[in-house]
């Protein structure tokens, strides 16, 4: 159960309060909590077999990152058409078919932030044409190269590693 929540914080794209709440053990507590729009990743799968991620700046993470093709979601925006801007924008592409492979909560113990991950399939070179605050460059390469660099520690995004796993079991479901 929640009470009204005692704004902190209202940004661009998070909003960060404090709310009173009713744990299921009945114990009451107050907790920061961001409220955030939600967003769409989208791994873009080349008849090759090969996948296109971007490498990009991320202040807050400390400098470049691999992940794939996301973005928030715009207000009232579906996942699936915000997957499909996001994988033009960034990345260039164009695609025929465009399947949900899931949606993750990125951090549930303080924000309610849903990313819902999609493989796109069938694609095209349309044209990228990224944001003004965003630096990156679109990397092609194996899913397994992809996750060697998880394994070095080299590419560490929740999102992409999460879009990675569910690829590589639709994969294995769909083969064969």
Not at 62 to 87: I, K
Not at 147 to 166: N, P, Q, Y
Request: aromatic letters at 4%; proline letters at 6%; one cysteine or more.
């Amino acid at each position: 159960m929640l009470t009204p929540r005692l704004p902190i914080y209202k940004g661009r794209i998070v909003d960060l309060g404090l709310e009173s709440v009713e744990l299921p053990s009945g114990h009451r507590v107050e907790l920061e909590v961001i409220r955030h729009p939600g967003a769409a990743a989208v791994v873009p799968l080349h008849d090759d077999g090969t996948i296109t991620l971007v490498h990009q700046y991320r202040h807050a993470g400390g400098g470049m990152h691999f992940e794939l093709p996301a973005g928030v979601l715009d207000n009232g925006e579906v996942p699936e058409l915000c997957a499909r801007r996001e994988l033009r924008e960034e990345v260039g592409l164009g695609c025929e078919e465009l399947l949900r492979l899931g949606m993750i909560h990125t951090t549930p113990g303080f924000t309610d932030e849903r990313i819902w991950i999609f493989l796109a399939r069938g694609l095209t070179e349309i044209g990228a044409a990224p944001e003004p605050d965003e630096h990156l460059s679109p990397v092609r390469l194996t899913v397994a190269r992809a996750l060697e660099l998880v394994d070095l520690g080299e590419l560490t995004d929740a999102k992409t590693i999460s879009g990675l796993f569910m690829l590589t079991r639709f994969l294995a479901r769909t083969s064969g």
